[in-house]
């Protein structure tokens, strides 16, 4: 197999892009590639930039025991690169055809039954993001079904025919073309990636570099410095999109599965940098339920299949969701090149507003979550406009330790959307470091956060608000850590 | 025959698999452009100097336009003619277009616009309507209506309030951002694939543009992807820019526009600065109310006069006023300018009078829903609008009745008490609010609709009318209407796309008034048909005429039959074959207009209206004051869309129009810099609903038994009066901030009621009341 090919299975076939003699580039995006293609405009574009769904399509994907997982992704953030190896599914591919009939899947019919298309322009990426449900094993109610298709905006129906017709058509599941298709699948799957040596993508503009172990990402690492490292691309890929330009080159290493996983050791969890935060919110969920609600609200499904942690903790947003819980956590992050690796504390790895202490030859690996200290609370917060699919505009994560006579014997109160950077509340925790964990103590701590922080107004708030509500997320902390404590070494 | 109820939308099969078209989906041949408009990065400027050659140098780069490169006039108003084309001296907002860039790629085309070097001479902008009216800039005199004596009524009150509201704008958010494909065809003529709900205008001014007549113009619309109003005049904008751009450069042209720019240089609802004052009795019995309305049209004139006029006739919403005073201005801004958006206006008036009735409330001690229900319309002088119309078919009271029941209102409002006494920071609020909205358009008119209705020979049909589809069932509503008048199954009828050479002169579809007008002129032009085949079905039956009364025929289950004589029938599909053979014409246009409608403006009298849409909602909400996060716990709406045609289509635009409205009423918030940027123009920072908002507990009814006569199939326009149900939830969230002043206090309020918002008057409550942070 020629490197520079791109293999992947579409239309039921598999598909060969040689970027020696193609028109895209190897970062092209899925949708534009799409839309290229005779017979596929059904995948639309609503925004580029991931807020929408219109363009979701499905990824079916071999796991560890060669069977496919379907996943729900945003096509406008997707590199067509990216894809080698994987199964791409689209709207035209839905409904099975044969000569004479064309019967629709099921959740194509559901949403005629109920009514949940009225212009139209969102219902292919609705189809899809409901395939992507009616494929998972998930069981689907209202709530389930709801938080699926958190990344799909209707602007028309008003949701609850959508939302009707994804619980009627999940909750009478069948096997349907795709199932039937599956071991087809799987073998044209297996071939292309029988070859494991890294690909090499490159055409005039850029060079795209797919590896598939950690040391020959590490030396790519090492061979391209200046080369952008992606995970899921999700951050990258919204700047070529703004911009139309594609970056001169790319490590790509969202096909390394030794960064894809979770271990434990004597003293905690390990956990790969190139898991998928939707894989790390399960993980989350199970082990430290005190931090799964601010999981529960990043981005949507779509997102969360791709955006990898390492992503998400890399770009060191002060608004990224990750860094607050891992600084709270007390987290260490190893970072490799080809001959060392060194640890650090999640607090040293942010060194300003979305920087942070990687050289260029260095790649995060892998995270280590020290179990928290028996007693230990935890609480969450992200404060935005909207429920879901949407940025924080300010959050609050805390762990915190008490006597035995409720006498604060360690505080961590972390914020992010306060400061240039996630940053703590050093004065408010100096101030309650010693004090009684109650009302009062938290009425007069709160005055602090004026000293601790002076955010900015900005598109999403203003200034005021986010010191009130900074203050005033002390009292929710209070009030959730007191009446609801969560013991997270016992979970553990 | 009655139409066939509940079909599915006639699209839903081509929406779900991907094969439904959309402008941006026509393909591109090989030598086909796409457009790009460089526009204006300030609010207020003069252009000292431009410099377009590293631009035109560019790789891929076709042309580049600047207004003198305009063959036609410079302008797509050509009413108000205050909006150029392309800036020519000044620029008067950011996002004014002043250059369009035609190129092989949209790389290219981007590169192109950075390479364009422009001098700007900055200008103070005006960026709110308090900066406008400080400075007196007004679009154009003040409005007013008024009934009864306002003023002395007001100083007689028992009690008086007077108040403020802000109502923020609104983007619209259709899914599929503006569009249009031009084409340019032989001998000076060009076909234009647009996205608008105003063909008949989008091919005018293209022709205007181009210096060209309209017949060389055709526009064509298949279905947009969400209009909502925002492509009633500026879809007109995109296809005038690539028809300029096809014309210069003799190739074909798609222009697309980018969601970002479409959230920057499209125009949105207009924002409300209004001020009231109300009069009241010991009851809440409203004596007198004097409104004064400011409205932010943005640069030019657009709709924005029409949407002043809608507000006014909507300030009293559902309530008789005896004594009343509206007064409403619109101010230019340097901004985008302002447009059509669901409820056009409606919205803005009504908000008004919901806040303030709710300070009456609070006043007295009472329930809001309590006040709102003594003063709805009612009989006898209680019939009468400020304006004059009487308020017929009133549906305020049965709706009052089924939603109470459907609601379990007084039971819920104990135990919201409770659950507010025992919650110190989360606090749940509750209210009822009705709509009344008046249909038709204000501009009279425009009440008129053709179509154009062929009969093939082998029976099967084919519709043309002049209202366009955008999401609103309209062609699925049409078909339904001439199928249930042909006698035939709807898959024997089809919609055509709207099409500017097929049936001409079309008016906007707007006003919610596609299916009564565009119904009402296909039945027409059926009609026609039918009376045309009748003497060839009576030959063919073999009825004597004799008998003096002329047999009536019924055109059922694609049989064509003497009433009451079904068993001997000619087949639909027959009766067309031989009346081809017979040289009929199988062919006819209809036409109708929206008969009694007139409004004196200088008067402020007369009847604006065809009638009027109802609908009532109650919402109940849960609301986080340390955060401002509200969360609708649970919806009931019964609304009247009289006899529907399709209920489950009507249900989907309440529904939809509700959770429209519930966006605008909470999440979506216009944030601008000092300098006037919009700042939150990508869907990242400007959040309409996502699923997760709509209410827990959703319950929605039609309300049933209400036929509309007069109109179609005596069904009701139903596309934005649900929009202002939302005022509901947006009325629910300072109920329950109101809650933490344990409803002492009437919490200052505007429109979104936003996480900020809500911390903020909570706070000051809080203090108001002096408790402490935490009890
Ligand atoms: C629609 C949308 C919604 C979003 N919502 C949220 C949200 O709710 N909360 C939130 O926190 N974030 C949100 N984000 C941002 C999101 O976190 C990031 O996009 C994502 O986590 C980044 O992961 P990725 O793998 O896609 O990153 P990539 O784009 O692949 O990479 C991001 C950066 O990290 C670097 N990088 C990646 N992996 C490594 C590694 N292993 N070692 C060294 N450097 C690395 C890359 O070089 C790049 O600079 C949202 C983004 C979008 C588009
Ligand atoms: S186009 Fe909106 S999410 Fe991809
Ligand atoms: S149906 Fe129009 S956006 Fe969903």
């Known amino acids: ?135 998972s094993e998930n069981t689907v109610d209202s709530n389930t079904a709801k938080h699926s298709l958190s990344g799909n905006l209707c602007r028309c129906t008003g949701y609850l025919p959508i939302t009707e017709a994804a619980v009627q058509c999940c909750q009478h599941r069948q096997e349907d073309h795709f199932s039937k ?137 002060p608004i990224g969701d990750l860094i607050p819980i891992f600084i709270a956590l007390g987290a260490r992050f190893k970072i490799s090149t080809v001959m060392t690796e060194r640890w650090m504390t999640a607090t040293d ?65 972390v914020y992010g959307g306060m400061a240039a950077r996630v940053k703590r509340a050093l004065n408010t925790e100096r101030f309650l470091l010693g004090n009684r964990w109650n009302a009062d103590a938290v009425a007069q701590a709160s005055a602090c956060i004026d000293q601790d922080f002076s955010p900015i107004s900005d598109a999403r708030a203003s200034a005021a608000y986010r010191l009130q509500v900074a203050r005033n997320l002390l009292f929710k902390c209070l009030t959730q850590t007191t009446s609801n404590t969560i013991n997270l070494s016992d979970e553990a | ?23 941006a989906d026509y393909l591109c041949g090989p030598g086909d452009l796409v457009g790009r408009v460089f526009y204006s990065p300030h609010p207020h400027a003069r252009i000292l100097n431009y410099d377009l050659s590293e631009a035109l140098s560019i790789a891929g780069v076709a042309d580049i336009l600047e207004h003198s490169r305009i063959p036609g006039a410079n302008q797509l108003n050509p009413l108000a003619g205050d909006e150029p084309c392309l800036a020519v001296d000044t620029v008067q907002c950011i996002g004014q277009a002043m250059f369009l860039i035609a190129a092989q790629s949209p790389e290219a085309a981007y590169a192109a616009a950075r390479a364009i070097k422009v001098e700007y001479e900055r200008f103070e902008p005006i960026l709110t309507i308090d900066e406008a009216m400080a400075k007196g800039n007004r679009l154009a005199p003040a409005r007013q209506i008024s009934s009864g004596k306002p003023e002395e009524a007001m100083l007689t009150a028992t009690h008086r309030i007077k108040g403020n509201l802000f109502t923020g704008g609104q983007e619209h958010w259709y899914l599929e951002t503006q569009s249009a494909v031009c084409v340019p065809g032989e001998q000076d003529s060009m076909t234009i694939y647009a996205s608008s709900q105003n063909p008949t205008e989008t091919q005018l001014v293209v022709a205007g543009v181009l210096g060209w007549e309209a017949h060389q113009v055709v526009c064509q619309v298949k279905r947009m992807g969400g209009g909502f109003g925002g492509k009633e005049t500026q879809a007109n904008h995109v296809a005038a820019w690539a028809a300029l751009l096809a014309n210069a450069t003799a190739k074909p042209v798609k ?218 069932g309209l062609h699925t509503k049409i078909r339904q209407i001439a199928a249930a008048a042909l006698g035939l199954p709807t898959h024997k009828v089809r919609l055509s796309d709207t099409d500017t050479s097929r049936v001409p002169n079309t008016s906007p579809t707007a006003a919610s008034s596609g299916t009564d007008l565009n119904g009402m002129a296909v039945k027409n032009a059926i009609d026609t048909l ?77 009847n604006p209206f065809h009638y009027y849409a109802f609908g009532m909602a109650v919402a109940e909400v849960e ?33 939809g129009g509700f959770v429209q409205g519930l966006g605008w009423c909470t999440s979506e918030t216009l944030r601008y810099s000092s300098e006037g940027q919009l700042l939150n123009c990508s869907p990242d920072t400007y959040k309409i609903p996502g699923i997760g908002d709509i209410p827990d507990d959703f319950r929605v009814q039609l309300l049933s038994g209400a036929p509309n006569e007069s109109v179609i199939h005596n069904s009701k326009a139903v596309g934005e009066p649900p929009f202002m149900l939302a005022f509901a939830a947006w009325l629910a969230i300072k109920d329950a901030i109101s809650a933490v002043g344990r409803h002492r206090h009437e919490p200052a309020f505007g429109l979104p009621a936003n996480c900020e918002l809500v911390v903020r008057e909570a706070d000051k409550l809080r203090e108001l009341t002096n408790k402490p942070a935490i009890s």
Request: with cysteine.
């Open chain 1, 1 to 135: 197999m020629n490197s520079n090919q791109l293999t992947f299975v579409h239309d039921n076939e598999t598909v060969v892009i040689d970027f020696a003699r193609s028109a895209f580039q190897p970062s092209t995006t899925v949708l534009n590639y799409l839309r290229s293609l005779p017979n596929h405009s059904g995948t639309k574009e609503g925004c580029a930039e991931g807020d929408c769904g219109a363009c979701t399509v499905v990824l079916a994907d071999l796991n560890q025991y060669n069977q496919l997982v379907y996943r729900a992704v945003d096509s406008c953030l997707l590199f067509l690169a990216s894809i080698h190896g994987k199964q791409l599914i689209t709207v035209e591919n839905l409904a099975e055809k044969s000569q004479a009939t064309t019967d629709l899947h099921p959740v194509q019919q559901a949403i005629i039954d109920h009514h949940a298309s009225q212009c139209g322009f969102c219902t292919p990426g609705v189809a899809m993001s409901l395939f992507g449900l009616y494929k």
């Open chain 1, 181 to 317: 298709e599956e071991p087809r699948v799987i073998a044209m799957l297996q071939s292309i990636r029988k070859e494991k040596k890294t690909r090499i993508f490159s055409t005039e503009q850029q060079l795209y570099a797919l590896p598939f172990s950690l040391d020959e990402a590490l030396e790519l690492r090492k061979k391209y410095p200046d080369a952008r490292l992606v995970n899921g691309a999700t951050d990258t890929a919204i700047k070529q999109n703004k911009t139309y330009t594609y970056l001169p080159q790319i490590i790509d290493i969202s096909a390394v599965d030794e960064l894809r996983f979770v271990s434990r050791n004597a003293d905690g969890w390990l956990v790969g940098s190139g898991l998928c935060i939707e894989d790390f919110s399960l993980f989350m969920g199970a082990h430290f339920p005190g931090l799964g609600p601010m999981l529960r609200v990043f981005a949507s499904k779509q997102i969360r299949h791709v955006a990898s942690i390492g992503g998400n903790v890399c770009t060191a947003s």
């Open chain 1, 349 to 413: 790895f942010i060194t300003g507003y979305r920087s942070n202490a990687l050289t260029a030859k260095e790649l995060l690996t892998e995270i280590f979550i020290p179990d928290p200290q028996p007693g230990t609370l935890f609480f969450t917060e992200k404060v935005s406009e909207r429920r879901e699919l949407d940025i924080a505009t300010l959050s609050l994560t805390a762990s915190i330790k008490l006597s035995s006579e409720g006498y604060v014997t360690d505080i961590m109160l």
């Open chain 2, 1 to 23: 025959m009655k139409p066939d109820n509940n079909i599915p939308h006639e699209s839903a099969r081509a929406h779900c698999t991907g094969k439904a078209q959309y402008v």
């Open chain 2, 255 to 472: 222009l697309v526009l980018f969601r970002d720019d479409d959230q920057r240089l499209t125009g949105k609802r207009h924002p409300f600065q209004s001020t009231y004052e109300i009069g009241f009795d010991n009851q809440g019995m409203i004596q007198a109310y004097i409104a004064d309305m400011n409205g932010d049209a943005g640069m030019a004139t657009d709709l924005s006069m029409a949407i002043l006029e809608r507000a006014l006739f909507h300030a009293d919403n559902a309530y008789f006023i005896p004594n009343i005073r509206l007064t409403a201005t619109m101010w230019k801004t340097n901004k985008p300018s302002n447009t059509a958006f669901r409820g056009f206006g409606g919205p803005q008036g009504m908000a008004v009078i919901e806040n303030a009735i709710d300070a009456v409330a609070r006043f007295l001690g009472k329930d809001a829903a309590e006040i709102r229900y003594r003063n709805f319309y009612g009989g006898g002088q209680r019939q009468f609008t400020p304006y004059g119309q009487a308020v017929h078919n009133n549906r305020l009271y049965p709706l009052w009745d089924k939603l109470q029941a459907m609601s379990n209102y007084t039971t819920r409002r104990t135990e919201i008490n409770a659950f507010n006494s025992a919650n110190a920071f989360i606090k749940r609020g509750m209210a009822l609010c009705p709509v009344k909205f008046g249909i038709s358009f204000t501009t009279a008119f425009l009440n008129q609709a053709g179509a154009l209705v062929h009969l093939y020979k082998d029976g099967s049909v084919m519709v043309n009318h002049g209202g366009t589809e955008m999401g609103q």
């Open chain 2, 530 to 606: 039918k009376a045309r085949l009748t003497p060839l079905a009576l030959s063919m039956l073999e009825v004597k005429e004799d008998a003096g009364v002329e047999p009536s025929l019924v055109f059922q289950d694609g049989h064509v039959f003497v009433a009451g004589l079904p068993d001997r029938y000619v087949t639909f599909s027959e009766l067309v074959k031989q009346a081809h053979r017979a040289q009929l014409s199988l062919s006819a246009t209809g036409f109708y207009c929206t008969p009694g409608l007139g409004f004196d403006k200088e008067e402020g009298r007369g």
């Open chain 2, 623 to 655: 609301t986080d004051m340390l955060t401002g996060r509200s969360r609708l716990l649970r919806v009931d709406i019964v609304h009247d869309a009289g006899d529907s045609i399709n209920p489950a289509i009507d249900k989907g635009q309440v529904i």
